[in-house]
């Protein structure tokens, strides 16, 4: 196989998070997140926020979903996300395990809108249905689309008119502030999300989510949370170490984190023109660092050979979409040599 | 401060697993734990097993042990451990979250004892009460003590009398195996017990629990509920690597799981000998890595200044348990220090 | 108010059932289900079902669906229903709330078919999602319509292949099995399910659901849950008294049970008639004890003034889906006063 | 069999209540406990209480403890009771089952007392242990025994300094209440519980339990949950028909449900005066209606002949404490013929 395009989470880390964990590796520290590194990490961020509220890190992304949105609803209470949200779809009912429904609408262009939720709220009016309290979007979405700052300023005012906690989930939120035409700063975040989450994993970490919750009080207890859902790390500095560094200035003098989402969007950009030339189709615009394009299916079956990439599904009988992730680690020469072997292999079964 | 004996994960991790995890880093792999080196660190656990398991790498403690007791029992079935249990006393309730009771009775220098079970079961006999159906324990155990082989076939006769698992929480296993007068291995527990873990993160890993089903039916879909409690790492090769890297000799030539538990245990024995010599008496007579001395609370005030320990709880008015843990990093040097200004404190209070 | 087709829950019990009760009264019996009319209605209800089975007599429907979905399934397992589901619709993420998600298909006339479970389950595949475990459906349907026996057998079928459980709700089962066209016994119904429900609430009967496990050994331990859930009634043979009498011939010679679904289903047929006589339209064909016809949006408030009855939504700007439920109780006056009085107000309407 | 003193709902219900159940047989009212008799006899316990409460309407003990508890909790959150506490001994984990833990301190006579809770509470510190947030009680508690108003009132203390919710199930209310030597008034319990229950099922109705918010703020949402968890009751009048019921005088002008209470404490004295008349030592000085006697072994087998009675425990390898339960229905003579028969075996067997 030439390089996998299957995943930001097929390496290990990012060189300089690397070399902190080995520089600090004999150090002791108090474990469970209370240690000089986790403070150092949390103050980063709040910088980054300017303003006050309650940072948490976490080891994965279901976990930290499943936390989140388990530690602020009451038990009859349930989440309202689009069809593809990733907690709907690929977490294997977490949320659901900890005894909430999700409700779900239509997406478009991968993103849940007010026009929609209010649709959806009509319909839940009493006590014989459970009570939709919290919306879940994902940015970037589950299909590469960015949130614009005015689309997430509609769904808070929304919020605010109806009582919903507004939850996003950041897992691949580096390279969304990143995205082109994106302005959302985490600046924004703070003050249009009740809680949010900016992912590690995704964007060159070992692993690591941080959750910020804007409004400390959504945070009451959090910790007892954590450590019931088994989401306390003993060696909890390791997150508070890579955090410090993803937050702190890389090569460019810009904060490491943007360096990892503007990288691996450059890369992504780079696919996506190189597929546009040849005329390939995408199920949508995509500005991040996952896109979407739509293979016939015998070119699929040639490329496969050589790359390794998800497979969405069927958009028809001869073609079906295909993900292509570019990670912090995606070297421009596999975009090139990818687009190469696609021209090539298109030349030959003479599209 | 010159020494934190707090306990065993205030330090990174073992060189020979940092060395591994360097030497990897910019590899690509695919996610979730199939990757090649978490088949070969399976591969190697089972054949120190000598037989057939179903083996499952997972991050913490807490998140291991939820899993494996809601994956095994039935809504109304219910955990027996001693009242000094882990998942009883310091889980945050862990369990019963995911909906199960904790019977809990008397421990005896620890563990949990057949007999003392037996009178427990007597009085579950019908459905207006929970159906004990796991009987968890711990090994090395929350006191230090270790079980005998004896004791655990004990333990499973009993479990096979009356329809129980036996469950053994190896958070501090590597201790255990390798403490003086144990003659239990990894194949023992493959026979004995239903499931039980082989704690990483206590034994020089970053992170990790390795979780092993002896039946492998009884690990039937549990690949889906570790997803769902958000327990199942993105770059779970670093789960790999790290179990290899512990599967794989060491220095001596025994593997380095074993190496770090016999060095722990070593500065635990010099640590033991010290504190006897200086007519210390102790919890109970531990042969692992955490030691439980009682101090006079001057003499505990005076150590406090230079030491850190956990306060394990007042034994009378005028003397407190403590408790001392050597970690995989652990010094001679900060044993002998630590004795000596024992020393010197008791004469300066003049014991 | 004239008279109430809101539901078949609006009055008290058959008077046979009241009767009984009067009887009983007085007498001493054990509690919790284990006295001998429970027991005797529990043999009743075997004879019907000419085969063995487990029988279990539970409070209410929500309660019922609950109990008998958490006891079936594990964890990561999920049901599948149509997106009318009770249990998705209006039970307030009952299911959910015992850890469990739903996922849904669109019905065909209110029913669930393999054809489309099939579609769903390919996407189920791996244990990043839920497991489908369960297949719900609730006879009669949501909006009226019946189950034939061919179509039970499709989807039991499609749960032999795909190792699914079939669940049927009968919270409507007497009305569901005397609709005319249908052929369908209890005895095909303990063939067929794996799981179901007769409603005694909405058949006469103070409260009261009798669940039926078709396996015996899918009920193991079932008696701890409904302990557990809250649903083991303290004078339990008030349960026993009325499935006894229902289960027992009426004033025609046929079961009491019978009798009542078959009374329910004229009164609503001489509804539908008079309706269809009058141009009314429908939302479904129903043969059962529920009505939805369509009505203009000035009709519908003109009745409502002698009338109460559900409003199930807008149909288009103008027209108004309904439902009338006729109960045991329900006499052939109201309907044809109904009738009567909404032909006038068609005149007066001008329609 | 003579009698069955096993338990206070071994017969139907009180004959007043069956009268209204009759006289209202036919009446059409809405369903789910929003009907007028719901309204009236909420009003008409309010008017008892002297002052606001949200007052809800459920069909059994073990349902009302679990929904009032897991609505009042957050997740880490526990209830704390005494090892007698009927939700953690009978109930079958059904506490638990929604995710929160019960921890225990030993009884004195039955009760919980301030001075154990504020024990038990010092050890819960930190977010590594579950949070005491919910002290359970139980009037007349599970061996007999009635709290004194100043008791209440130290528990009702210690939970505002310490933030805990105080919740009474008052199962056996009405015999607690009427207890000689209690001076408990339910406008009491309202101002000193935030939660409570009225018992129904052991005090003369078919079932029911009457769950009292002493602070309308506690039950928001409430109804919500009682759907959730499968406590609403469809023909909901029941319950209001009932407890509107034991809330009007009976034929002493007293209220019916003290009526009940008393009577039920009369039948239990002459026990209990009878058997000390006999030299029958008991396990606790019990004023309400169930009498804990300790019988000797060949006894107890001469008495199991003709009168079915709860076998609580062997006291000593030739003693066993037995429960004798007075219901609304126990006959003076049946006490009279007990007491009789007991001193001719006692006599035959030469004590």
Tied chains: 1, 2, 3, 4.
């Excluded at 009740?194 to 970490?205: E, L, P």
């Excluded at 954590?226 to 003993?234: D, E």
């Excluded at 546009?276 to 189709?281: A, M, V």
Aim: negative net charge; charged residues 25%; aromatic residues 8%.
């Amino acid at each position: 196989m030439k390089y996998s395009f299957k995943n930001d989470y097929s390496e290990g880390c990012h060189e300089k998070i690397l070399q902190v964990l080995v520089r600090t590796n004999g150090e002791q520290t108090v474990g469970y997140g209370e240690d000089p590194y986790c403070r150092q990490a949390r103050e980063a961020i709040r910088q980054e926020l300017k303003g006050p509220a309650e940072i948490y890190f976490l080891t994965g992304g279901t976990q930290t979903n499943l936390l989140a949105i388990s530690a602020l609803l009451r038990p009859h209470e349930c989440a309202v996300g689009t069809e593809l949200a990733h907690i709907h779809t690929h977490e294997t009912g977490a949320v659901e395990a900890t005894g909430h429904k999700i409700l779900t609408v239509l997406p478009e262009h991968g993103k849940l809108t007010p026009r929609r939720v209010e649709t959806l709220l009509q319909g839940y009016t009493d006590h014989h249905m459970v009570k939709p309290r919290l919306l879940y979007i994902s940015n970037a979405t589950e299909v590469g689309t960015v949130y614009t700052k005015e689309e997430i300023q509609a769904l808070r005012e929304l919020c605010d008119r109806r009582d919903l906690y507004l939850f996003l989930d950041g897992a691949r939120l580096s390279s969304a502030l990143c995205a082109e035409g994106s302005c959302v700063t985490l600046e924004d975040l703070r003050n249009l999300c009740h809680v949010f989450t900016i992912g590690g994993t995704k964007s060159g970490a070992l692993f690591g989510e941080a959750l910020v919750f804007s409004e400390p009080e959504l945070a009451r207890d959090f910790a007892y949370m954590v450590k019931q859902k088994g989401a306390l790390l003993a060696k909890g500095r390791l997150l508070g170490l890579q955090f410090l560094t993803l937050f702190q200035p890389g090569d460019t003098g810009e904060k490491l984190l943007y360096e990892i989402g503007r990288q691996e969007n450059q890369r992504a950009m780079a696919l996506r023109k190189g597929l546009e030339e040849l005329g390939i189709p995408f199920l949508e615009e995509s500005p991040s660092n996952q896109q979407f394009p739509i293979l016939e299916n015998a070119l699929l079956q040639a490329m496969e050979k050589d790359y390794a990439f998800e497979t969405m599904g069927a958009v028809d009988e001869s073609h079906t979409c295909i993900r292509l992730v570019c990670s912090f680690m995606t070297p421009a020469s596999a975009v090139e040599e990818f687009l190469q072997d696609l021209r090539r292999k298109m030349e030959a079964l003479s599209f």
